[in-house]
């Protein structure tokens, strides 16, 4: 997420910044970061064994509903989800039905015949399930990967699974090298671009650019990484078993809700689609 500046530029939001609160409708970003992965675990388990096309439908269907109801989105995410996720489903449905086992689709009408390639509607039936269980995962591990922050669900794993934050604190910091990194290769591009160093074209010219941002990519990550010690080490890092927060994610009664009821949904959704598959 980015914000606006007065000047016109485009600036980071604050990754280590209290949550904010969106409103009650963008319920999402209120809850805290456990409960938004505790409650579609079991879903995504079971979707794997998952066979049929209605069941991860389903789940694609709410998910994308909670998504736009309760998760303040940019408009971009919302094009992804709604129109680019749509288009990428259709693909992949016809990718995985021409790997499909000609066994199993038997005397099913063909949609496309060329030569000895048969693309039949079962085949095609049977890529649809398959990539709509795909999705349908993806979609879940999206509730909490849209509407939550890296910082705060390290904090929600130190105060409630009570993991040390010395590990969590550390795999976080490590994890913030990623877009360090890719800010230093565009300040490097920039620089290289000034002095003339880009102007060449071809094969040749693309790797000799690459290999001559490896040195100064690899320098500023030395450093990086030094003043990241250096800072740890000045904050006593590591020196007592536990720290003072800048502030505490809570696990509320709304948490314990949104779990039950996703947990009462998952199993309606599976005893019905169960049902449904035993008496047909």
Known sequence: ?????????????????????????????????????????????????????????IFCLFVLLMLVIGAHLRARTLVVLLVVLPLVVAVMSVSFGIWADAALVGDSPVLVEAGPVRFTVGAWL????????????????????????????????????????????????????????????????????VRGMSDGRGPIAAVARTAGYVVPLLAGAIRHAERVALAMDSRAFGAHPTRTERYLIAFRVRDWVFIVSFWALTAGVFTTAAGLHAIG
Do not use: W
Request: proline share 8%; net charge positive.
């Open 1 to 57: 997420m980015s914000q606006t500046g007065a000047s016109g530029t485009r600036q980071a939001t604050d990754p280590y910044a209290a949550p904010r609160d969106f409103g009650p409708v963008r319920f999402l970003h209120r809850l805290n970061p456990l409960s938004k992965i505790v409650a579609p675990l079991p879903a995504m388990a079971l979707l794997l064994f998952a066979r049929d096309i209605a069941t991860p439908l």
């Open 126 to 193: 049977i890529g649809l399930a398959t990539a709509l269980r795909l999705t349908a995962v993806v979609l879940l591990a999206l509730i909490g990967g849209l509407t939550s922050t890296g910082p705060d669900l390290v904090r929600s794993l130190v105060q409630q699974l009570r993991v040390p934050y010395r590990l969590g604190y550390t795999a976080l910091a490590a994890f913030r090298f990623v877009p360090r990194f890719g800010h230093e290769l565009d300040v490097i591009r920039q620089a290289h671009r």
